[in-house]
Structure formats: C-alpha cells, structure tokens
C-alpha cells in the first residue's frame, strides 16, 4: 500500500464498505497487502461472497451473476441496498451538456414525482467519468451510450432495462459514412491513404464498428487509411465539413440531430457506407439500488410519454422507453467488440 493510501486508512477508521471495494477496484488495496487482508475480513459478507463467485463471466470480482443473464446480480444482503435521499441521473456525454440539461427536465419531473425521490441531472464530461460515477454509487440511473454499456455493465454494475423506441417499439440507429461531396471519396476502396476520424476507442459506431465491418468492404482502419480520434460524433462531421478529415464513420442519430440545429449543410457531405441497425443509448439503473425503488425507476420510464415535449423532439421518430435486456439486445455490440479484442478493463476506456 502506498504511504498517501495508508495515511488514508489510518486516518478513516470508518471506511465505508463502498469506498473499500472503490479502493480494492482501483488497485489501491490489494489482499496480499497484510492490511489490505485485515481490512477484506471486516468487510460485509455479501463482498466476499462476490469475490469468491465463480460465475461473474467479464464482470468486475466485485460483482456475481449466478443466473446468467451478464449483469451484476443484486446484493444477496438486504442490507447493502442503497435507498439515496437524492436520485442522480446522467446521460451520456454530448456536444452541449447545458443543452441537454433543460430538455431532460421534463423527464427529471416525472421521474422525481413517481419515485418520489428529488432528482438531479448530472452532466458527464467522458465514458470514463460517468462508469466511475455509477461505480462509487454518486449516480444511480444513468444513458450510457451504445459502445461504453457493456463496459458500465462489466465495471459499473449497471443494469440495463430501458432504450428510446417508437410507437410500436422499434428502436436502432446506424453507423453512417460521411465525407464531403467534393472529397473524390465514392467507395469504400477510395478510403486508402486518407485521414479518417473516428471518435474514441469505446465508441460502436465510431470506432468499434468500423474496425470489424469495413475489413468485410476491403478496407482496414488504420492499415488502408489513418485512424485520427476526434473525441465524439459532432468533432468527427464538423471535421468532415470543414475539411479536417477526408471522412468520418458516425451514428446516424447523432448527425441527424446536428442537422435539426443547422450545426451542418447536409448539402455538403454525402454517405458512401451504412450498416445495419445498433441499439441505442442504454438506460440503467445501479444493480444495488433497493428494489422497491427500482420498480418506480422502470416504472417512470415506461409510463413516460415523450410527445409533445423537448425530448420527443429532440430524439425524433422516438415516443417512449421501451424494455430491454443487455444479454439479448446488445449481443451485436458484444460481437463487434469481442472481433476488436476488447477487454472491459478501466484502462482500456476512454478519457
């Protein structure tokens, strides 16, 4: 243990369970640590319990999946459910946060009045950040985005149960892509020796997707053309527009929004590529929320009616929640991620 990690402990006889298994997450504790074991035999049973789980499959040791469904299981001791005064819910990070902030309220109010809970929107800067967020319990219902789910599923203990859907329960977006109409670029094989953006390392549709679908066109990221990270959707067509990139692999929801804002002339750019439809954003609740208030998160969810509010007109072609499951619904992303060697580590997240 490092001498700041000690002074730490000496100094908080009181660790919380949570902040222990924070500390055994990052690597600061570890049991070979003689301290480290002291302090693993104090902690509740229901931890050791989920240390010594031989079925977890990719999840955290800090997390068990005895039934198989790939989410955490909830704690098997009542007593580690956590019933927060406060519930923090946070959408994945976007273009303008303070944006999004205001057209979530509407939701915000309806979640707040069915949990009976007060409510707090909290804007999330990267993956990285709000996977740490869910993982310490400072949020409780969370929108991860498509590629970074099975990394807040594994790391964070989120549960997925929820994605914006149509009137008859459609849901998906693709990966669309763009480059300028004057670019020169008409197929898949005019990519070689150009600049490409991707977004971050997790994201589906701008990186993971790409790499396992476009070899199948002839064309392979970072070999045939030069892969340059742009840090999300909106940098990699702004890019694009403005000469940046030579082409950009993006969500098609994300560019049809950009396009609503009049953020891009849709004149000037065109699609030489699009796949097959992807999930979208995963709505979650933490796996150790009390179940009873659980019932009110999906609850609120599914009783939410999107028309006629900012958000039904911000995510058109979508009216409300619709039910779903990670084991099922995101197996496509499993696959593209397992065909790009991705291990749900925190290392391998982006900033």
Sequence with gaps: MTHDAFQAFEHAPSITFTNALSALF????????????????????????????????????????????????????P??????????????PVEDPAIYADIWDPFIEHLSEVTGKDVRFYAVQSNAAEIEAMRSDRIHVAGFS???TPFAVNLAGAVPFAIM???DGEFGYTLQLYTRKDSGIDTM??????RIAHTSPTSNSGNLAPRALF?????????????????SHDQSMLGVVAGDYDAAPVASEVV???????????EKVKIIYESKP????????????????????????FTFDMRGTELGEEFEGVTKFVPVTYKKDWEVIRDIQEANDVEYTPDNLDG
């Design 215 to 231: 070899p199948k066109e002839g064309i392979v990221p970072g070999e045939d053309y030069e892969v340059v990270y742009s840090g």
């Design 165 to 167: 859907g149509s009137e």
């Design 26 to 77: 990052r690597g600061v504790l570890r049991p070979r640590n003689l301290l480290a074991t002291a302090l693993l035999a104090t902690l509740p049973l229901t931890a050791q319990a989920a240390e010594d789980c031989s079925q977890r499959g990719k999840l955290a040791s800090i997390y068990c999946d005895t039934n198989g469904d790939l989410v955490a299981d909830a704690p098997s001791d």
């Design 278 to 301: 992807f999930p979208t954003t995963a709505y979650t609740y933490a796996h150790n929320l009390k179940p009873e208030l659980i019932d009110k998160i999906k609850e609120a969810f």
């Design 146 to 148: 498509t590629g970074p």
């Design 189 to 194: 094989e005019d990519l070689e020796g150009k």
């Design 256 to 266: 049809d929004r950009m396009a609503d804002r009049d953020l891009y002339d849709p």
């Design 79 to 92: 007593n580690q459910y956590i019933d927060p005064e406060t519930l923090v819910f946070a959408y994945t």
